[in-house]
């Protein structure tokens, strides 16, 4: 079971939009509408931001959203700012067999 | 609204079993709505998942660790708990508990507990 595979890093401008990409495989992300994304400060626990590859828990901006294409999810956060400077993770459903698949993580700078 | 706090010894020697225990406030595992989770996270590295229950007691592994990992609940105490066997400094992280939807979706999760595996 390998994990799913996100940049390392990416930055953007405050205000600016970024993009961050989740590819898997046509047995996980392919096939599952169950994608997940989380955020997680430094020293904090991660903080689920969306759901379902496109649903927003309560409370979470609208700056924050979510799509699929194939194997690949993607976040897209909108008008940067300093705060979501953060560390964001992905995940997916893998079956009845496995259950979970997590990304490798990617760390957005925010200039 | 939910919590859960994880709770065991910081400090486990080499080749023995890590235990921990992550207990549920402000509402009952009970739910059939939920699984169940542990993912740990290694000092300064990414999330890895180890195992989810559900209040029946089935269990899926992350297969990576399945040879060591035994999961159970305690739905009369609102309490799951992990078993890692066979510990070695690789094992060292922080655990997290965390309440899992549709499978795979963490929408609740422990403060997070520090692990040290050393002699």
């Known amino acids: 079971q390998s994990a799913l595979t996100q940049p390392a890093s990416v930055s953007g401008s405050l205000g600016q939009s970024i993009t961050i990409s989740c590819t898997g495989t046509s047995s996980d992300i392919g096939y599952y509408d169950y994608v997940s994304w989380y955020q997680q400060h430094p020293g904090k626990a991660p903080k689920l931001i969306i759901f379902d590859v496109i649903d927003r828990p309560s409370g979470i901006s609208n700056r924050f959203s979510g799509s699929k294409s194939g194997n690949t999810a993607s976040l897209t956060i909108s008008g940067l700012q300093a705060e979501d400077e953060a560390d964001y993770y992905c995940s997916s459903y893998t079956g009845t067999g496995t259950h979970v698949v997590i990304g490798e993580g990617t760390r957005l700078t925010v200039l | 609204q939910l919590q859960l706090q994880e709770s065991g010894p910081g400090l486990v020697k080499p080749s023995e079993t890590l235990s921990l225990t992550c207990t549920g406030s402000g509402g009952s595992i009970s739910s059939s709505s939920y699984h169940w989770g542990w993912i740990r996270q290694p000092p300064g590295k990414g999330l890895e998942w180890i195992a989810s229950?559900?209040?029946?007691?089935?269990?899926y592994y992350n297969p990576s660790l399945k040879s060591r990992v035994t999961m159970s609940v305690d739905t009369s105490k609102d309490q799951f708990s992990l078993k890692l066997s066979s510990v070695t400094a690789a094992d060292t992280a922080v655990y997290y508990c965390?309440?899992?939807?549709?499978?795979?979706?963490?929408?609740?999760w422990g403060q997070g507990t520090l692990v040290t595996v050393s002699s």
């Open positions: 229950i559900y209040y029946t007691g089935s269990t």
């Open positions: 965390a309440r899992v939807v549709r499978g795979s979706q963490f929408d609740n």
